[in-house]
């Protein structure tokens, strides 16, 4: 049986969209510690967050133990949080900033707690909107990584995968996130003669490209390969403080 030319496009399996993600991330980490008037690093960093937050929920659903892929989530949020501190604020520790980990773990737990209710359509639907809800307030009050506007996006993977037209409600989603949550500097471009602006967070959207090559294979696996990705995380942040204090001296 051949395959149809949308599934050819879909090249893209796990390994390569998390090596991608953790690249834009390091660009924008890269632009906030030691590159600062490099602002084409941040612009391109803007893609790292909706992947991972997509294949955060890629993971809860492919995942054979849930309970295990939470106290992994947590286990490297906690170990992220000094490395976080030293690269955001040049402290061991800031209790008003959490680190991303702390953002996704907050999704996760209410992922669960959908899931649960998932057999009944409309406990499904109450549920759904009792955490979108929760989802605001706990990336608020928390204080994590990206806030409200991050809990919310993995919420909006969750909540359009394998839906019809899923893409056009991630796009309206993300839109709305970057817009009015999470907003940021705002850009100005000139077309035809005329200057438009927009949130430099919206460039985010442009995220959508990679995740939908996506082929839901999970591409080469091994358990060093799945821990390298999570300790990659505070490694490289604890590395850039340390190159930064090296630069400053």
Not at 205 to 220: E, F, T, V, W
Request: overall charge positive.
């Amino acid at each position: 049986m051949r395959e149809s030319p949308a599934s050819r496009l879909k090249c893209l399996d796990a390994l390569t969209l998390k090596l991608m993600a953790m690249a834009f991330m390091v660009c924008d980490h890269v632009w906030a510690t030691i590159c600062p008037g490099w602002d084409w690093l941040t612009m391109v960093g803007r893609l790292a967050y909706p992947i991972f937050a997509f294949q955060i929920v890629e993971g809860f659903f492919e995942t054979h133990d849930r309970k295990r892929y939470l106290k992994r989530m947590l286990l490297f949020a906690l170990i992220s949080e000094i490395p976080f501190d030293l690269m955001t604020d040049d402290t061991l520790f800031n209790p008003f900033h959490q680190n991303v980990m702390f953002t996704f773990l907050i999704a996760m737990l209410l992922m669960c707690w959908m899931e649960r209710v998932r057999g009944s359509r409309w406990k499904f639907v109450l549920v759904s909107v009792i955490c979108g809800v929760l989802g605001y307030l706990l990336g608020i009050l928390a204080m994590v990584d990206y806030f409200n506007g991050g809990v919310l996006m993995v919420l909006v993977f969750y909540w359009t995968r394998n839906l019809r037209f899923g893409w056009v409600f991630q796009l309206a989603g993300i839109w709305y996130i970057c817009a009015e949550l999470l907003e940021g500097l705002v850009l100005t471009v000139t077309v035809f003669g005329h200057p438009v602006e927009f949130y430099q967070q919206s460039l985010a959207l442009l995220a959508l490209i990679p995740i939908h090559l996506y082929n839901g294979k999970q591409g080469r696996h091994s358990r060093a390969i799945q821990y390298g990705c999570y300790a990659f995380y505070p490694a490289h942040m604890l590395l850039l403080y340390l190159i930064r204090q090296m630069i400053l001296v």
